[in-house]
């Protein structure tokens, strides 16, 4: 033990635990970090070696027989079915099924979706409801054979800390330095700080301000690999990771649906992972995150104000250098191409991630820190109940070239900080000044990229300063650009046409394909670039009308190849087609939906089917209602209507394109064995003999 353990142990009794004990289990579980530590505080709350490897081994034991693994579930049932109950360590989720007017618990490895619970247990934990909590759950056995659940939760207690008293921590840093206190809060999240530069500390506490600070939007764009969604997904209960995917304004921000506030109305921070990768095709969403990350309040339909802060991390592959130095491309070159200049002037800083190593056990700490759960309270308890951005307003000064969303960042940046460092008082005026040098610098750096994308000036004032403590006026530069000329004084695009001598001029088209070749391709070039790639056979972008036969044995004929040019500006699709009923006729349905979902943004899908018998039709309304719950948690109503006198099959879209195929969506051939190509790719599938014919009704 080092000076800095002792006084941890000294002054934070209980609460604080050996790292390396931490990293011995971690590699062999998916477990978070949060999760672990919570049983290492319960087993091994001790100096003595002899104990130590006694709470390891009953730690384990404890995550052999209440941990479940994914390929378990099964024996885990059954294990409940035998014993009548068993505790489980697992993530909670709790849904409520429209159709049936209740509610069911699901467990994430457990593999059964209809848990029944009790409303005492959602009711005091919002969180269940949306996203989920990782918690101790007792599933008991029901035997009654007539009701419709094998399961129901017996008892349920969240993983984290029942109280926590901020006094108590207050009056534990005060027995610290700050520098003493930067490297404590470095150890909790399990690195070294003896391994690692003072900026680079300061680069992992601002992945910590948006826990700590609310409606704090922040960027991380940097190489793989450096750790940057661990503390979004693994370091605090209070926050949720989305990695991928679709966001979409019910999920993020509102379900109109349900009444239901989105991910911002439940969790501290709302972390997008890989955020080059998002998919945004619904305008909306765009807006109102725009409205929210401006001032935490939207309206959409009622006025909701939420406090989550907002957290972008994403991979950036290009060189910085080339990105600096080049005219046509900055730092934001990863993000989607529906981020525009209003996000980004959003975002409060942006954290070089090509600064920050790649993660290895060399800067991993092997002493003591806090118990992760226990310095993300403190973290839950500032964002919650403390306000330090008046404090900060008061005592900073800021240069000229300061503007209105600049100063608000920064101040909200330094903030955080002091919630962090300084929970319980301000601090010196030189670490103050560094804070302010540190928060401009990340605010500077956004503020360049967007000076270099915009022709006109709205965005020149990029030498942002402020004046320190010995009263001089200091002008922060961000060190990848401080020495480029084409980031501090960025040449401005001509918005005028061509001259008519340069257009169609052989040499200019061949300069211009070769440059075209060579240029790094924008966030919308990159965009296009995959369109190409992953256009399919057959798929065409001209709408225009078209009546053909695919033929026996065919292939190239997917969903999408059919749909894509049609979905346009289509709010609602209608589908008739009167065998939607065995299983691969349902199956093909949700393709066809999930087409849909990827090309357009439509609202509403409605199904017109048929059936035989009303035994038939139950069985189907109710396989096809899980598919009605996944659309509606993105925010698309389905329409179920059975009419067994349909014999016609069309898809119509609202737009006025029609689209009639012979065999309905049913015309793939079973494949010969379900390990064969073209199982999952419809495009690479072989065709049943069936015409189409694409046309517009004129009186849609």
């Known amino acids: 033990m080092d000076a800095l353990d002792k006084k941890l142990l000294e002054f934070y009794e209980g609460r604080v635990v050996r790292k390396d004990l931490l990293h011995r289990i971690k590699k062999g579980t998916n477990v978070p970090t949060f999760v672990l530590e919570f049983l290492l505080a319960r087993y091994c709350a001790s100096d003595e070696p002899a104990e130590i490897q006694a709470g390891i081994e009953a730690v384990l034991a404890t995550l052999q027989d209440n941990y479940v693994r994914p390929d378990e579930s099964n024996a885990a049932q059954s294990k409940v079915a035998t014993k009548g109950k068993h505790r489980f360590i697992d993530k909670v989720h709790v849904r409520y099924v429209e159709k049936e007017k209740r509610h069911w618990a699901a467990l994430e490895n457990f593999a059964s979706q209809r848990i029944a619970v009790n409303a005492k247990f959602y009711r005091d934990n919002d969180r269940l409801l949306e996203g989920g909590i990782w918690a101790e759950v007792t599933i008991g056995y029901n035997e009654i054979d007539d009701d419709d659940y094998a399961f129901y939760v017996e008892d349920l207690r969240p993983i984290q800390l029942s109280r926590f008293d901020f006094d108590r921590y207050v009056d534990g840093r005060r027995q610290f330095t700050r520098d003493e206190w930067l490297d404590a809060v470095l150890r909790s999240v399990g690195l070294e700080p003896s391994k690692i530069s003072k900026r680079l500390k300061f680069h992992i506490i601002a992945r910590l301000a948006c826990l700590a600070e609310a409606n704090w939007n922040f960027i991380e764009l940097g190489p793989r690999g450096t750790g940057k969604s661990y503390f979004y997904s693994e370091f605090s209960p209070y926050s949720t990771l989305i990695s991928g995917g679709q966001a979409t304004k019910a999920i993020l921000f509102y379900n109109n649906a349900r009444k239901r506030i989105g991910l911002v109305g439940f969790w501290d921070t709302v972390a997008f992972d890989e955020v080059a990768g998002i998919k945004i095709k619904d305008p909306d969403t765009i807006q109102i995150m725009k409205d929210y990350m401006a001032n935490g309040r939207f309206s959409r339909g009622v006025d909701v104000i939420a406090d989550a802060s907002m957290a972008f991390v994403g991979n950036i592959d290009q060189s910085i250098e080339q990105?600096?130095?080049?005219?046509?491309?900055?730092?934001?070159?990863?993000?989607?191409?529906?981020?525009?200049?209003?996000?980004?002037?959003?975002?409060?800083?942006?954290?070089?991630?090509?600064?920050?190593?790649?993660?290895?056990?060399?800067?991993?700490?092997?002493?003591?820190?806090?118990?992760?759960?226990?310095?993300?309270?403190?973290?839950?308890?500032?964002?919650?109940?403390?306000?330090?951005?008046?404090?900060?307003?008061?005592?900073?000064?800021?240069?000229?070239?300061?503007?209105?969303?600049?100063?608000?960042?920064?101040?909200?940046?330094?903030?955080?900080?002091?919630?962090?460092?300084?929970?319980?008082?301000?601090?010196?005026?030189?670490?103050?000044?560094?804070?302010?040098?540190?928060?401009?610098?990340?605010?500077?750096?956004?503020?360049?990229?967007?000076?270099?994308?915009?022709?006109?000036?709205?965005?020149?004032?990029?030498?942002?300063?402020?004046?320190?403590?010995?009263?001089?006026?200091?002008?922060?530069?961000?060190?990848?650009?401080?020495?480029?000329?084409?980031?501090?004084?960025?040449?401005?695009?001509?918005?005028?046409?061509?001259?008519?001598?340069?257009?169609?001029?052989?040499?200019?088209?061949?300069?211009?394909?070769?440059?075209?070749?060579?240029?790094?391709?924008?966030?919308?070039?990159?965009?296009?670039?995959?369109?190409?790639?992953?256009?399919?056979?057959?798929?065409?972008n001209e709408t225009k009308e078209r009546h053909f036969t695919i033929l026996y044995g065919d292939t190239g004929h997917s969903f999408e190849s059919l749909l894509a040019p049609y979905v346009a500006n289509a709010t609602k699709v209608r589908v008739e087609d009167p065998y939607v009923r065995m299983t691969h006729q349902i199956q093909n349905f949700v393709r066809f939906c999930e087409t849909i979902v990827k090309l357009s943004a439509v609202k509403t899908i409605e199904l017109v089917t048929g059936f035989d018998d009303e035994q038939q039709r139950q069985e189907t309304a109710d396989k096809l209602e899980s598919l009605k719950q996944s659309l509606l948690e993105i925010d698309i109503d389905m329409i179920v209507v059975f009419d067994p006198n349909k014999h016609d099959r069309e898809i119509r879209f609202d737009n006025g394109w029609v689209i009639k195929i012979g065999r309905g969506l049913d015309f793939y051939q079973k494949p010969d064995s379900w390990h064969d190509i073209g199982v999952n790719d419809l495009s690479l599938r072989r065709c049943l003999e069936t015409k189409v014919d694409i046309f517009r009704d004129e009186q849609a």
């Open 323 to 540: 990105l600096v130095n080049s005219p046509e491309h900055d730092l934001f070159l990863p993000l989607p191409r529906e981020f525009d200049l209003a996000i980004m002037d959003r975002y409060a800083f942006y954290l070089p991630g090509w600064e920050m190593p790649k993660t290895g056990s060399e800067y991993l700490t092997n002493n003591y820190g806090f118990i992760t759960d226990y310095i993300a309270e403190a973290f839950h308890f500032q964002f919650a109940h403390s306000n330090r951005y008046d404090e900060v307003s008061k005592r900073i000064r800021l240069g000229a070239s300061v503007e209105g969303r600049d100063e608000k960042g920064i101040k909200k940046t330094v903030a955080a900080f002091l919630k962090i460092l300084h929970p319980g008082g301000p601090p010196e005026d030189s670490e103050f000044d560094e804070y302010v040098e540190y928060a401009i610098e990340g605010r500077r750096r956004i503020k360049e990229q967007m000076n270099k994308r915009k022709p006109d000036d709205e965005f020149a004032s990029i030498n942002l300063s402020y004046v320190n403590c010995h009263g001089d006026e200091v002008t922060v530069y961000c060190p990848e650009s401080r020495g480029s000329e084409v980031t501090q004084r960025p040449v401005r695009k001509s918005i005028s046409p061509k001259p008519k001598s340069e257009v169609g001029s052989p040499e200019k088209s061949v300069a211009s394909v070769a440059n075209a070749m060579t240029a790094i391709p924008s966030a919308s070039q990159s965009s296009n670039i995959d369109e190409i790639k992953t256009q399919e056979p057959g798929m065409t």
